[in-house]
């Protein structure tokens, strides 16, 4: 278990430092952290969160702007 | 409607209420009332675009209430239902929120057995048109001013021996109002809908109890002939989740996605999403998890992978008294998140300190965004019910300073 959990940080290190970045990056919802409180969906101002089937918050990259006023209003820290 | 029908629709509510333990009914409610106050001493453009009326948000305190209540109960043998309903009234500049008067309404009906899940859900959410701001959602031309939102729908999942399917669909209807410039500069209202359906199929083949693959399918219809904002992504992935012991479990999971759509970079077309939880804990009292989420994509043109985002939290919880209502307890934890400039550090402390009175206390500190702390009292009036007064500051980078404490109740009966 160790050895695969050291493999993991490793993949995730090299994906890290070995690409470039996005020049516009997108938000998404941690499924495990987020409590359904529905406090996103009031504050995008572009309509673009709704509950997805497992009843958490799921972002329609479609709509969003990325403007980040869902991150700033999540209680559980769940957008990232 | 013939006059049966009507009798029938009448006795049904009445047939419901004076029957409600033959339903085993269970009920949750939670009441605040909200006194807000902001720093802010000028016009705050919290929505991008053009804004009807600017408004200014002032130092006054301002009041609002929310009302959340839950009913759950059986209607048959495999049959549940719940009924959720939440309400949120305050004065218009409370609270940064698009709309200050709405009401949501969800109504679940389950079904469950051995090896299949049904859910049908029906959600309406209400906006007070006085008390809600005018958007600009991508397709609309003009500005918009959500009326009222309907959601229909249905999510099946059926285990069929080592094959697991899930299919989702849900028909989205948005009704709104929109302004348009007249003569002599007056504003003229329109009505108008906007309807999206969003679906999602998974097949899954279990491999062995810890490994399994699977492919899906996403996809989202703007039904309003706007293609751009159609979507599909057709997905394929492996999933490894063993739980080793009581005290260590490991989820890991690799997907890739085929993204068509238009409105979004062509870069992220060929899409990959690794995620990985480890949760560990160390005898009854301390426990704690990892949690490593990365978005890349391969652009095909340049023949590059690039770099999406990386999310890393960490979180560690120490639970030190336990007591009838609630543990005590003391957690702290950190989320890395660069790219979306959303790394945080926060922390929670939840002490029993006498006659059935709690005492949370929380803060958390997001550099690039936000820094927030937070006070909670509450009193166990019995293990179902309570009393609690809620203090919440935080102290945006970008906008003014906020400060909400709540006086509320929550019961179970």
């Given at each position: 278990m160790k050895r695969r959990l050291v493999y993991m940080i490793l993949l995730g290190i090299l994906l890290y430092l070995g690409c470039e970045k996005l020049s516009n990056p997108e938000y998404n919802i941690d499924a495990n952290a987020c409590n359904s409180c529905g406090e996103c969906i009031q504050i995008c101002p572009m309509d673009a969160i709704e509950f997805g089937p497992d009843g958490k918050a799921v972002i329609d990259q479609t709509k969003c702007n990325q403007c980040g006023k869902c991150i700033t209003i999540c209680p559980k820290d769940a957008i990232h | 409607m013939g006059s049966r029908m009507k009798k029938i629709i009448l006795i049904l509510p009445v047939i419901f209420f004076t029957h409600f333990h033959l339903f085993g009914l269970t009920q949750w409610m939670q009441v605040s009332l909200r006194n807000f106050t902001t720093n802010?001493?000028?016009?705050?453009?919290?929505?991008?675009?053009?804004?009807?009326?600017?408004?200014?948000?002032?130092?006054?305190?301002?009041?609002?209430?929310?009302?959340?209540h839950e009913i759950s109960g059986n209607l048959y043998k495999n049959i549940t239902f719940t009924v959720e309903n939440d309400l949120f009234v305050s004065d218009l500049s409370h609270e940064f929120k698009n709309s200050y008067f709405f009401n949501d309404a969800r109504f679940k009906l389950y079904y469950r057995n051995e090896s299949q899940y049904l859910k049908i859900q029906y959600a309406n959410r209400t906006y007070n048109p006085a008390a809600t701001k005018f958007l600009n959602i991508p397709g609309?031309?003009?500005?918009?001013?959500?009326?009222?939102?309907?959601?229909?729908?249905?999510?099946?999942?059926?285990?069929?021996?080592?094959?697991?399917?899930?299919?989702?669909?849900?028909?989205?209807?948005?009704?709104?109002?929109?302004?348009?410039?007249?003569?002599?500069?007056?504003?003229?209202?329109?009505?108008?809908?906007?309807?999206?359906?969003?679906?999602?199929?998974?097949?899954?083949?279990?491999?062995?109890?810890?490994?399994?693959?699977?492919?899906?399918?996403?996809?989202?219809?703007?039904?309003?002939?706007?293609?751009?904002?159609?979507?599909?992504?057709?997905?394929?992935?492996?999933?490894?989740?063993?739980?080793?012991?009581?005290?260590?479990?490991?989820?890991?999971?690799?997907?890739?996605?085929?993204?068509?759509?238009?409105?979004?970079?062509?870069?992220?077309?060929?899409?990959?999403l690794t995620e990985a939880r480890y949760t560990k804990r160390f005898g009854n009292s301390l426990s704690g998890f990892v949690t490593y989420i990365n978005r890349s994509c391969y652009d095909e043109d340049q023949s590059q992978i690039f770099r999406i985002s990386n999310m890393l939290r960490v979180h560690a919880k120490y639970s030190y008294l336990m007591h009838n209502m609630k543990d005590s307890f003391i957690l702290a934890g950190v989320k890395y998140n660069p790219e979306n400039?959303?790394?945080?550090?926060?922390?929670?402390?939840?002490?029993?300190?006498?006659?059935?009175?709690y005492l949370t206390a929380g803060a958390k500190y997001a550099g690039d965004l936000f820094g927030t702390c937070s006070a909670k009292c509450e009193y166990f009036m019995t293990p179902l019910r309570s009393i609690w007064l809620?203090?919440?500051?935080?102290?945006?980078?970008?906008?003014?300073?906020?400060?909400?404490?709540?006086?509320?109740?929550t019961l179970i009966f």
């Open positions: - | 802010a001493e000028h016009d705050i453009d919290i929505i991008t675009g053009d804004i009807p009326q600017a408004e200014t948000i002032d130092t006054a305190s301002k009041a609002g209430i929310y009302w959340q609309v031309e003009h500005s918009t001013q959500q009326q009222m939102v309907h959601n229909t729908a249905l999510h099946y999942k059926g285990n069929h021996g080592r094959f697991n399917i899930s299919l989702y669909g849900n028909l989205r209807n948005l009704d709104y109002e929109y302004l348009t410039i007249e003569e002599n500069d007056l504003y003229e209202s329109e009505s108008a809908w906007d309807n999206d359906i969003y679906s999602y199929a998974e097949l899954s083949y279990k491999i062995t109890d810890i490994w399994k693959t699977f492919i899906s399918g996403y996809y989202k219809n703007d039904l309003n002939s706007l293609d751009e904002f159609d979507d599909s992504n057709p997905g394929i992935g492996l999933e490894f989740d063993n739980r080793f012991d009581f005290f260590n479990a490991l989820k890991t999971k690799v997907v890739y996605y085929n993204n068509n759509f238009d409105s979004i970079n062509d870069k992220k077309d060929h899409y990959f400039e959303g790394n945080l550090i926060f922390g929670e402390v939840s002490q029993y300190l006498f006659k059935d009175i809620n203090n919440k500051f935080t102290d945006f980078n970008n906008k003014p300073a906020q400060n909400i404490i709540s006086l509320g109740t």
